[in-house]
């Protein structure tokens, strides 16, 4: 069993970067500035958005954090997302979600100008990546690729099965695995909530895309043994005994699942980290394209 270490590969990913911001600082150019709109006080979201800008902070990207009250409008935030679209200095943005309820989450996101969006939500960014064009490929499926093609996993020719049809990881990691190129090639099968026998399915599978939210949701029982897992999941456990009142679990029962697998990403420590860094790809991409 060889585990996926998102964290090192992140690091890794992360370093790179950073030799390519001081090359453009060196030259002269502008280096890459991606700026963060958070609206409330959500826990995770504020650690998410506080690690993307510590991140840009450490590998030499300008960064800008917008904190918007929780009480902000849909008006309002429209504003602030026009203003970034207007904004030369901002090379790439992201709107963190979830949004308050009260907010149409896909009206904001159609206002992000594509050519902005790397977080790659935007219909027109999602098109492009379904048919294969350049685009910025969200962070989450973008960072499963990235660290199956550094470990060098075999996908060609392999089953995989996803579980979870969000917009953000499942669906657009179907579309990924499915398409020619390595990591690629392999069979897709997209399961979900109204899934019947799953387990018939994720026991023929090659690799286990689990992006579903249930704690300890993939069992030992229901993959065959060599199998590659990929876990998405990041749950919140209420733990008192914790100094941060819970701890984090992923989709998988990491413990047992482990023994049959030949790859599998840990929680915490592998596909999360690798959004952070991808994000920090695409923002270096959007520059780059500015620049071009
Ligand atoms: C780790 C996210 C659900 C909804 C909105 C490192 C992150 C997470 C875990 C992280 C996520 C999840 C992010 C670990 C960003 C990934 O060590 O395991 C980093 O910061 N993520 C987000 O911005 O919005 C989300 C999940």
Redesign the pocket.
Known sequence: MEILD??KV?NQIKEEITVEVAQMKARGEKVPHLAAVLVGNDG??L???G??VRSCKKIGFESTLIHLPEETTEEDLLKQVHELNNDPNIDGY?V???LPKHIDEEKVLMAVDPDKDVDGFHPTNFGKMALDMETFIS??PFGIMELLKRYNVETEGKHTVVIGRSH?VGRPISILMSQKGNPGNSTVTLAHSRTKNLKELTLQADIVISAL?VPKFLKADMVKDGVTVIDVG?TRVPDETSSKGYY?TGDVDFENVSKKAAYIT????????M??AM?LKNTLLARERHNA
């Open positions: 998102g964290k992140s995770a979201s650690t998410y958005v690690s993307k992201i963190q979600l979830p962070a989450t953000i939210g990041i984090i840990p929680v915490p420590g592998g596909v999360g980290p959004t952070i994000l």
